[in-house]
């Protein structure tokens, strides 16, 4: 099922995506299922796109399709809930503007009792460290799919250092190219694949446990 959602995204065949998605609920595919076939379609896209098979027009339009997917799913929407289990400042980082990623984490964070402040993307450092601060969190996200935007978790990681802040947050990374390696590299406390992880980390950061 997840097969014939893939290949129809790679192929950008809009109708047929959503068609998949819709027979994929129907049959019982959990979201996160959903997702991650959807997922593995955009990293054939981001493959095709390096190759030079793919352009940037494939990009746009296959980030389109899989929003209308998401939206599907009734996951289109970046969450701003009220959550009980504290609080995320959640944002993709300075010069980075890949969203999707980030608005799913958004999502199944807020759908995992905790409130997210999404601060966008293209986020300065020191807009996190405000958002942090105005909203008193103990959970930093950074949303980061450029490997040229590494310098900018850095700074950011610094810029809580040098507030004073580091030891009082967790700083948790994901996106495409970061795994824990990068996670150790940049001093950040971990790194997450997917939007469960996402939860799992957070939950550690406030809780101590898993979620
Ligand atoms: C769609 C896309 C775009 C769209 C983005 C639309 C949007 N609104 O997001 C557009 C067309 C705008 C775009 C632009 C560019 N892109 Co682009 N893009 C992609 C593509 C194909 C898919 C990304 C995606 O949405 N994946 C699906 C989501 C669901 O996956 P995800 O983001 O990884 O998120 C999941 C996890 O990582 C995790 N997660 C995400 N965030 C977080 C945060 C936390 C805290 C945690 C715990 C977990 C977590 O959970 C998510 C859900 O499971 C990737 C290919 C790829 N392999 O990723 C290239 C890719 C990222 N892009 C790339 C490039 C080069 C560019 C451009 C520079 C192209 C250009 N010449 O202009 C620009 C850069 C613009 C900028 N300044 O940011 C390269 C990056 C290469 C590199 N070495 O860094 C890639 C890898 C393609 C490639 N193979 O060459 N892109």
């Known amino acids: 099922m997840t097969e014939t959602l ?14 998949a998605v819709r027979a994929a609920t129907e049959a019982g595919t959990s979201p996160a299922g959903i997702i991650a076939g959807l997922q593995a379609g955009m990293k054939t896209i981001g493959d095709k796109y390096e190759a030079g098979e793919y352009f940037l027009s494939e ?3 296959s980030a389109e399709i899989f929003k209308r997917a998401l939206a599907e799913l009734g996951l289109d929407q ?13 944002g993709t980082v300075h010069t980075d503007i890949h969203d999707i990623g980030k608005n799913i984490v958004a999502s199944v964070l807020s759908a995992n ?10 986020v300065p450092a020191q807009r996190f460290l405000d958002a942090a601060r ?6 930093i996200g950074l949303s980061c799919l ?5 310098p900018a978790m850095r700074e950011t990681i610094a810029t809580f250092a040098a507030a004073g802040l580091r030891d009082q947050v967790s700083i948790i990374i994901g ?18 694949i997917s939007a469960q992880e996402a939860v799992i980390l957070a939950a550690k950061a406030v809780e101590g446990g898993v979620a």
């Open 6 to 19: 893939t290949t129809a995204l790679i192929e950008m065949r809009e109708d047929d995506v959503l068609a």
């Open 59 to 61: 990009l746009i339009m």
């Open 78 to 90: 970046s969450a701003a809930g009220t959550g009980t289990r504290g609080t995320v400042i959640l």
């Open 113 to 122: 009792g905790f409130k997210v402040v999404d601060l966008g993307v293209d």
């Open 134 to 139: 105005e909203n008193d969190a103990r959970v």
């Open 146 to 150: 450029l490997t040229t935007a590494f």
């Open 175 to 192: 996106g495409g190219p970061v795994n824990a390696d990068l996670a150790l590299q940049l001093g950040a406390d971990g790194a997450g």
